[in-house]
């Protein structure tokens, strides 16, 4: 919430004391060259004010001192030069030209003498010169995301508007007027707060059913035993146990050889070894997941299909979180595609972790040595673009990985930040298949939709999905937790710096919408935690790098398929925050099988 005082809405214009940016600097020269050069000035006048709501106009202008009483007016020297604000008079212009484009979002005031909490809307309309170097929406996201810059955005007015002054003078020189309306909504009883990320490993959670479970199904296939757990995560053996029984009543987990435990999967087979298929059964496309949930919606899409597991308890008992031994192999068909998937145990950073994900992906590609394409679905994190309704990743959306604009690479995996010196540098290592099938065949089924009248191929699939997750009868909760959630839970609301956030307006669509399900967008994916974690580095590494979403940690991912040969992957995401993906919340089983539904689309496209 941003903390300063409601009532200094009123007369904003002149509380800018300019004498912060002067700094002893103003000379007789500056003002001769004003005066005489006619240049190219930044205004800030006053367009309307009332109790409630005030209307500012910054503009460009060339000025030639005869327009103004210098009482009148403040003129910014230094570093500033060129920057002047209105004392008094409102703006008056005759060119009523439309905005090229704008932004909105809403901040939360706290007034210190009551406490109160007020929320204040806050527009910005951009202008921009005809023979710009960019589209409009582009120069005005760019813009408002150097406004928003997490730990720099002004926490209150006065340094909110010099932010816009100095950016409109110094960087941006293509946007020739915004006009900027700060407007009381109000007071609220609470100040919205923003999900937070997954916790670390080390942190200390406290145990309920759900944490369990969720547990359970991050571990499978590995099944773990009560020490395991108690071990992993400081709980009490005696309330894991309990609560095990609890969940192995309900038909959730099931005790395997060696005293662990595991998710119920229906119709699995557990085997000793993986069996032998014949040839025409095997598959040619591979499909992997990390989370529970996302192989639940790879697996209802799948025709025909039959589970193995082979556990690591099978003649013996594990190791202290073991997790690289256990397996599970759904094998089907989707579409004329013969299809593995399989779901990767938790995923970390520790050593063990990152081996085990990469060796899991050596046994599958061994196991199954004619599959041709690998897609890596599940959940992601979404880079809105705040301007632009086209560009704007949403939740529920799905992303493709491919190139981008000047881009030479589909994923880009961020292994160390340097921030040094205000400078921002990654240490990234990119990865791009040697073949773009699934690369082409995204673009065109996107171009199929946005030229056609009809659904997209995928509402129809992700619609196929839920009827079949619904028929699953062992978990209740299947039927209506892969269901849309509700509009009012996909506001988008960005940090900027501690507990302090926006609430963002979503771009308007320039057409009525028809379809209200997921969106389809390709372009560059990124991930690693060093960059994702932070809210700062998370918005530059996206910029520089010109992502559509970003993941956590599939470096060792993307790793063994590169070094198993594999010629023809994708990274495909499903939004289900605005962050990496990890948030545990209601989009992240809709976000997965949209994720799933956009896979079978591409396979009904692509070459067999």
């Known amino acids: 919430m941003i903390r300063t005082k409601v009532d200094m809405i009123v007369d904003l214009n002149y509380k800018i004391d300019l004498s912060q940016w002067n700094n002893g600097d103003v000379s007789l020269k500056y003002i001769l060259n004003v005066m005489t050069n006619q240049e190219e000035r930044v205004v800030l006048a006053t367009k309307s004010k009332n109790a409630t709501c005030t209307v500012l106009v910054v503009e460009r202008q060339v000025d030639n001192n005869n327009d103004h009483c ?21 703006y008056i212009s005759s060119d009523d030209t439309p905005a090229d484009t704008s932004v909105q979002f809403s901040v939360f005031l706290v007034n210190k003498q009551t406490g109160m909490h007020t929320k204040e809307s806050r527009t910005i309309k951009f202008w921009c010169k005809p023979d710009r170097t960019e589209d409009a929406s582009t120069i005005a996201s760019k813009f408002f995301q150097d406004v928003i810059l997490p730990d720099q955005f002004p926490l209150d007015y006065v340094g909110f508007v010099k932010r816009i002054l100095t950016l409109i003078h110094k960087e941006y020189t293509d946007v020739v007027k915004l006009e900027i309306e700060l407007k009381q909504l109000g007071e609220i009883t609470q100040v919205p707060s923003r999900p937070v990320s997954a916790e670390p490993e080390s942190s200390k959670v406290e145990i309920t059913p759900t944490k369990l479970r969720e547990l359970i199904e991050s571990s499978y296939p590995n099944p773990l035993t009560i020490d395991e757990i108690s071990k992993k995560k400081g709980w009490d053996r005696i309330e894991i146990h309990d609560i095990m029984d609890g969940l192995q009543r309900a038909g959730i987990v099931k005790l395997v050889d060696g005293g662990a435990y595991t998710r119920v999967v229906l119709h699995d087979k557990i085997v000793e070894q993986m069996p032998v298929f014949q040839k025409n059964r095997q598959p040619t496309v591979a499909i ?36 690289g031994e256990s397996n599970v192999y759904t094998l089907g068909k989707m579409g004329n595609h013969s299809v593995v998937c399989t779901k990767l145990p938790a995923l970390g950073l520790s050593r063990q972790a990152t081996t085990a994900a990469g060796n899991a992906i050596t046994r599958l590609l061994g196991t199954f040595q004619r599959v041709e394409h690998v897609f890596v679905c599940g959940v992601g994190g979404g880079v809105p673009h705040f301007t632009d309704y086209d560009r704007h990743v949403k939740l529920g959306d799905v992303v493709v990985s491919h ?28 990865y791009c298949p040697q073949r773009l099938d699934i690369q082409i065949a995204a673009v065109k089924l996107q171009n199929e939709v946005k030229s056609a009248e009809n659904k997209p191929m995928w509402d129809m699939f992700l619609s196929e999905g839920l009827d079949r997750i619904s028929q699953q009868k062992h ?9 849309r959630p509700p509009e009012d839970s996909t506001k988008l609301r960005m940090c900027v710096g501690g507990t302090d956030l926006i609430e963002i307006t979503h771009p308007i669509p320039k057409q009525k919408e028809k379809n209200k399900g997921p969106r389809l967008h390709v372009g560059p994916v990124g991930g690693g935690c060093s960059a994702t974690y932070n809210d700062f580095i998370r918005q530059k590494f996206t910029m520089e790098y010109k992502l559509l979403a970003v993941d956590s940690e599939f470096d060792s991912v993307m790793g063994s398929l590169m070094g198993n040969y594999c010629h023809s992957y994708a990274v495909v995401r499903g939004i289900s925050d605005y962050k990496d993906g990890s948030i545990k919340n209601k989009w992240q089983p809709y976000a997965s099988l949209a994720a799933a539904s956009v896979i079978k689309s591409i396979l009904s496209i692509l070459n067999t």
């Open 475 to 483: 978990d209740d909760s299947h039927a209506t937790k892969y269901n």
């Open 403 to 430: 190139f981008g604009n000047n881009q030479k690479a589909i994923y880009t995996y961020c292994e160390n930040v340097n921030n040094e010196n205000g400078n921002t540098e990654f240490l990234c290592r990119q």
């Open 70 to 90: 210098k009482e009148n007016i403040y003129i910014a020297g230094g570093q500033h030069s060129g920057i002047v604000v209105n004392k008094v008079g409102n």
């Open 288 to 323: 992997i997941t990390a989370e529970y949930c996302e192989k639940v919606a790879v697996d209802a899409l799948i025709d025909n299909k039959e589970t193995f597991v082979r556990y690591t308890t099978v003649g013996r008992v594990p190791k202290y979180f073991n997790f």
